[in-house]
């Protein structure tokens, strides 16, 4: 949910910004529900009115809510607020369902009362949990604080409703909110193809599995980032889809963490320079693809270091010697793996990211597909995740590719002791990664991305939990 406050002092403008960003969206074909509060018999600028009515954008119906009454010793307007439109409000939310409710909401308005848990305080809870897109609340000026213990989380976007572009920065969030809505939708179900395509090949220990799956990876950003007014948000599609393989309880997941986000990064810096025509989305997918081809090298050359490359130089020599079979230099072997890899990645993205038939059957396909992940209630603790990041040192399919260098290494005379040291390093960097990744806390990224004003990427990280939470 995008929730947005629009502040401001008595007779700043609040009631009126939310009115035309009603019609404005009402114009765009978007549903609005909730009500706005129209002051009538405003006698002096910047103080109460006389009276107050409800108007709710829904059905045109006006609703009669507060009439003054008379002037405290403090030289304050009192109100009469009548209790069947409060009764109406609470009627309303109640009928609120989370499958049906308007793309936005709006509360008209919260101020010292709702500060105090009175006024329409107690209908928040109800509305916050029918979980509408966008929910937008005229706030009163020095109760922002208080209404946000009443919601039980901060805003994202705060708005001046005294301030000259007031209405377009209100248009412009709810327009970012399309983008991380999209964003999500993409995430999540690019997350569920690795966790069950993905992880299905890798456990049937198919060859060209990181092809396959980069490959995808780059048909399906390409089918997102078309629809996107800022193209640069696509790099959350695969942040997103990592960050749900970190919560997949079986299977490996340094491996596509790493492909994933690395992937993703490549792909959105060439089309956030080079656009998204033919050649921007084949040298995207490209990069994509070469990566996957490059990326198994790179790990194992960080497990083990420069014996990766004895060991092959070894094998390469005693297949030449013994059996006159000449393989390539492990430069070329890797240059060849990333090209292959990047020109079937790259054409695949060229060629389907482009057509806006088959964008559309993409995307078809990840609304239904998600991610289903076991969300943990409480986040681990160091210990925890150490004992399970060494846990995940007995996979034998971590092992396998180290243990063949050292046997290789072995055969070739090495001394036990650097035999041992390999090891070593091979397990602690593992042990490292691994535990780092159990450490990931998937509300606690939520809650850090907005303390930092990214609200956009916490939103569409927070509804894919949500929608897939047992």
């Known amino acids: 949910m995008l929730l947005i406050a629009a502040t ?15 019609a404005w969206a009402v114009e765009r074909g978007r549903r609005v529900d909730g009500f706005v509060a129209f002051a009538e018999g405003r006698d002096v600028p910047d103080k109460g009115a006389q009276d107050y009515v409800l108007f709710w954008p829904s059905t045109g119906a006006r609703t009669p809510y507060a009439h ?3 002037i405290s010793p403090a030289d304050r307007y009192l109100y009469a607020f009548d209790p069947e439109a409060e009764a109406r409000v609470r009627e309303w939310a109640d009928s609120l369902n989370p499958g049906t409710i308007a793309d936005i909401v709006l509360l008209d308005e919260l101020g010292k009362r709702e500060a105090q848990g009175l006024g329409h305080a107690p209908v928040l809870p109800t509305v916050i949990a029918a979980d509408p897109a966008c929910l937008v609340l005229a706030i009163r000026s020095g109760t922002q604080e208080a209404i946000e213990e009443q919601l039980g989380r901060p805003f994202d976007v705060v ?3 005294s301030s000259p572009d007031a209405m377009a920065q209100l248009q412009d969030a709810y327009a970012a909110l399309d983008d991380w809505q999209r964003v999500g939708l993409y995430g999540a179900g690019s997350g569920g193809i690795e966790m069950s395509v993905g992880s299905a090949l890798h456990g049937v220990k198919f060859p060209l599995t990181g092809l396959v799956m980069s490959t995808t990876q780059s048909v399906v950003l390409a089918a997102v980032v078309g629809g996107l007014a800022r193209r640069e948000r696509v790099v959350w599609v695969p942040f997103i889809a990592a960050g749900l393989k970190a919560l997949s309880p079986t299977g ?5 963490m790493l492909a994933i986000s690395v992937q993703g990064i490549l792909f959105s810096v060439v089309t956030r320079f080079l656009g ?3 050649a921007g989305l084949f040298l995207a997918g490209f990069l994509v693809g070469g990566w996957a081809g490059a990326q198994g090298i790179l790990i194992q050359y960080v497990l083990v270091g420069d014996n990766l490359f004895k060991a092959y130089t070894a094998v390469a020599r005693w297949l030449a010697e013994t059996w006159s079979v000449t393989l390539p230099s492990m430069g070329a072997l890797v240059l060849t793996l990333t090209v292959g890899f990047g020109l079937v990645a790259g054409t695949a993205t060229a060629v389907f990211g482009g057509r806006r038939t088959k964008v559309s059957a993409i995307r078809r396909a990840l609304e239904s597909r998600g991610a289903i992940v076991q969300v943990p209630e409480r986040t681990l603790s160091r210990r925890q995740a150490w004992l399970l990041g060494a846990k995940d040192l007995l996979r034998p399919s971590f092992w396998l590719p180290v243990l063949i260098v050292l046997l290789v290494l072995k055969l070739t005379g090495t001394a036990d002791l650097d035999l041992f040291w390999i090891v070593f390093r091979a397990a602690a960097v593992a042990f490292v990664l691994f535990s780092l990744i159990r450490l990931i806390d998937p509300i606690g990224l939520v809650r850090w991305l907005r ?3 990214h ?3 916490a939103l569409a990280f927070e509804r894919v939990l949500r929608r897939r939470r047992p």
């Open 8 to 22: 401001g002092p008595v007779g700043s403008g609040k009631t009126t910004l939310l009115a035309g960003f009603a």
């Open 68 to 70: 003054r009454q008379a």
């Open 159 to 161: 708005i001046d409703a």
């Open 252 to 256: 490996s997941r340094l491996g596509p």
């Open 276 to 278: 998204i025509g033919r």
């Open 451 to 453: 303390r930092k004003g």
């Open 455 to 457: 609200w956009g990427p």
